[in-house]
């Protein structure tokens, strides 16, 4: 199975309510598709959001980087030559992770499809269900806390809370919606780098005090600030996650030496894809280190393949945060992986799965 042809599309699906973090709000998800057809008829799917606040990404560099620099490499090559395929796009150019992810994914896609086995058997295999937490936008108080309310009613067990603006008025969000929902719904809060080191300690002080249970703290302090991100983990009891400040393997080595942070959170988009990915959660694994798998705002396409990835390391990536098909107002894939509110289950398609994808934008 040889590659032929890249192609590209723009995927517009709406959100059910705006997303709104510390970093932006967003009402419509806007990703860039990739096809990668073959000389056997077999498609590729993978998909890249446009997170510029986050991995630096915009719909321009995506597609440049795709066009100018990693495809020309993928054209003629064997599908069956996984690793060395990776190894082309790893090093086609510098950062652009979410450009290299969609490729990577499509790559993968088509590899499962070539063995005919769905992709997180061709991974290492596992139960192939996996229950999401949900997103819950950060708002006035009671719009959190009806949001909150309606969540767990819809039957999510974990939700993730977006704080990370006041200070004062994080502390009141967080105590009320733990008032409203306390023992049905674990709470995972992501500040998105809106705190700084001090601010998220009394924070956290002031809430472990109160006796508001917390399962973890994702990215109180900015991406770069390691040394603050160590400063809270060192100080309160609440486990604290890396998202923002771990991209790639180099990174998560260093926040392990400095021991600036509990957990991880993995998201293919930061990684530039499945193999680095893989080599993250291998690295936390050798160091104890557990492992959440996230995404972006991204739909059922990539999403599919963070799912893969781990059904296939489920020992290390025991949190899931892939909430993003959920917060879509439809699902635009036809196939695929099963998306229903928290629980998401693979089918025994070869690869992704997926047949089709609707409203898909030619570019
Ligand atoms: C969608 C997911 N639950 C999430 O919250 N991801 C964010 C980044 C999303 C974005 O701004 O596109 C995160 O974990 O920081
Ligand atoms: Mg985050």
């Known amino acids: ?13 709406p959100l059910k309510t705006p997303f ?9 998800i806007e990703d860039i598709i990739v096809e ?23 719909h321009g560099s995506i597609i440049e980087a795709i066009a100018k620099f990693i495809a020309p490499r993928l054209i003629g090559q064997d599908v069956a030559n996984l690793n060395r395929i990776t190894q ?38 596992g139960d192939p269900v996996v229950t999401t937490d949900l997103t819950i936008s950060v708002d006035y108080i009671d719009k959190m806390v009806a949001d909150s309310i309606q969540a767990v009613e819809r039957g999510f067990e974990a939700l993730k809370i977006k704080v990370g603006k006041d200070i004062g008025v994080d502390i009141e969000r967080i105590k009320a919606i733990y008032a409203a929902v306390e023992d049905r719904a674990l709470l995972r809060l ?54 923002e400040s ?41 160091h104890g280190i557990e492992c959440m798998i996230g995404c972006m705002l991204e739909t059922s396409i990539s999403v599919a393949a963070a799912v893969h990835l781990a059904v296939a390391k489920a020992n290390v990536i025991t949190k899931v945060d892939l909430d993003g098909p959920s917060l879509c107002a439809f699902n635009p894939v036809d196939g695929g ?17 997926i047949r089709e994808i609707r409203g898909l934008q030619r570019l």
């Open 246 to 286: 771990v991209f790639g393997p180099t990174q998560v080595i260093e926040l392990i030496r400095m021991r600036a942070a509990d957990i991880i959170n993995i998201k293919l988009m930061k990684t530039g894809g499945i193999s680095s990915a893989i080599h993250i959660a291998d690295i936390a694994a050798l």
């Open 36 to 58: 990668i057809h073959t000389d056997t008829g077999n498609i590729g799917y993978g998909e890249a959001p446009a997170t510029a606040v986050i991995t630096g990404d915009t």
């Open 190 to 243: 992501d500040a998105n780098q809106g705190w700084t080191a001090k601010q998220a300690v009394y924070a956290l002080q002031t809430l472990e005090d109160a006796g508001v249970k917390l399962e973890l703290v994702e990215q109180p302090v900015k991406a770069q600030d390691l040394d603050g991100m160590r400063y809270v983990t060192e100080r309160v009891h609440t486990p604290i996650m890396a998202d």
């Open 1 to 13: 199975m040889k590659i032929t042809e890249i192609r590209y599309g723009m995927l517009r699906v």
């Open 20 to 28: 709104k973090t510390a970093l932006r709000t967003v009402d419509v």
């Open 88 to 125: 082309l796009i790893q090093t086609s150019l510098e950062k652009n992770s979410s450009a290299k992810a969609a490729v990577e994914i499509a790559v993968y896609d088509l590899f499962g499809q070539l063995y005919n086995a769905p992709l997180y058997k061709m991974l290492g295999g």
């Open 337 to 353: 992986v099963n998306f229903n509110e928290s629980e998401i289950s693979i089918t025994d398609a070869p690869g992704l799965g």
